[in-house]
């Protein structure tokens, strides 16, 4: 079992930063690897940013550039840096992560709330 805790979500101003925390607990030495999703209301969960135990990172398209995503010295933390934001970020961020032998994200945190106001 992991345990995943996110902190860092709230309002902010458009152009404005906030940066997340995903920490895991548990069974971590399990982990391969860490993403975050979003979700805005009345929409799908969307895939936000990965990180591999190796440091490899993925992101979202239409991402890349405004957000940075990073893992102190062990998959046990990641922080999601977002930047200029834009209302359109507004959304519940989710951290997920996939451990050994899963096909896909197979534990995942409560949410936290990002708000960006125009």
């Known amino acids: 079992q992991v345990q995943l805790v996110e902190s860092g979500g709230g309002l902010v101003q458009a152009g404005g930063s906030l940066r997340l925390s995903c920490a895991a607990s548990?069974?971590?030495?399990?982990?391969?690897?860490v993403a975050w999703f979003r979700q805005a209301p009345g929409k799908e969960r969307d895939f936000v940013a990965d990180?591999?135990?190796?440091?490899?990172?993925y992101y979202a398209d239409s991402l890349k550039g405004r957000f940075t995503l990073s893992k102190d010295n062990s998959i046990d933390t990641v922080h999601l840096q977002m930047n200029s934001l834009k209302p359109d970020d507004t959304a519940v961020y989710y951290c997920?992560?996939?451990?050994?032998?899963?096909?896909?994200?197979?534990?995942w945190g409560q949410g936290t709330q990002v708000t960006v106001s125009s």
């Open positions: 990180i591999s135990r190796d440091g490899r990172i």
């Open positions: 548990g069974r971590t030495f399990t982990i391969y690897n």
């Open positions: 997920a992560v996939r451990t050994g032998g899963a096909p896909s994200y197979d534990y």
